[in-house]
């Protein structure tokens, strides 16, 4: 099974990347973790994306806040899918992270999950991995099964408790 490269913008994003990290060893998939920067280490954000084919991964997740150039750079010098995990900040509460990797040039597509949707780019990962993947597609659609059931256990539980007849 290929792997998922996971690049974060500094140290600080971890909180975040650790929910995509914590679903990726749930699910038994490989990854392998960086923090570079798309302005500070520009020279190693780019190779890393030129080289992560090669390197047996199967999507990008790119973590940042702020301007959150991040996924564009990774996106650029890759063909391999790269998913846009936007990170909330400390003045527009992620939105400005969010609107820097949704809107790319034509040509340059970057998936994009919630801001601090750690756990939804891991499983966006998943699922590109497991279109060619039959044993994680099943795992992958055993989890919504045990989703589903939680919440209608919930709703069973609620009717019982609130519910007046």
């Not at 969010?98 to 340059?108: A, C, D, E, K, N």
């Not at 994680?136 to 609620?158: F, G, H, M, S, Y």
């Amino acid at each position: 099974m290929k792997s998922i490269g996971i690049i974060m913008g500094s140290r600080s994003d971890l909180p975040v990347v650790q929910k995509a990290v914590d679903t990726l060893k749930q699910l038994g998939i490989g990854y392998e973790l960086h923090i570079l920067s798309a302005h500070r280490t520009a020279s190693e954000a780019a190779e890393f994306a030129r080289t992560a084919r090669s390197r047996g991964f199967g999507a990008i997740i790119a973590a940042a806040g702020m301007a959150a150039h991040l996924a564009g750079a990774m996106a650029a010098n890759t063909t391999l899918p790269v998913i846009g995990l936007p990170c909330a900040g400390p003045h527009l509460e992620g939105l400005d992270a969010l609107l820097s990797t949704v809107q790319m040039p034509s040509g340059i597509p970057v998936a994009t999950v919630a801001i601090n949707g750690g756990a939804n780019a891991a499983f966006l990962a998943a699922q590109i991995l497991a279109v060619e993947d039959g044993a994680l597609a099943q795992k992958l659609a055993e989890l919504r099964t045990a989703a589903a059931e939680k919440i209608l256990e919930q709703d069973r539980a609620i009717q019982q408790e609130l519910n007046q007849q």
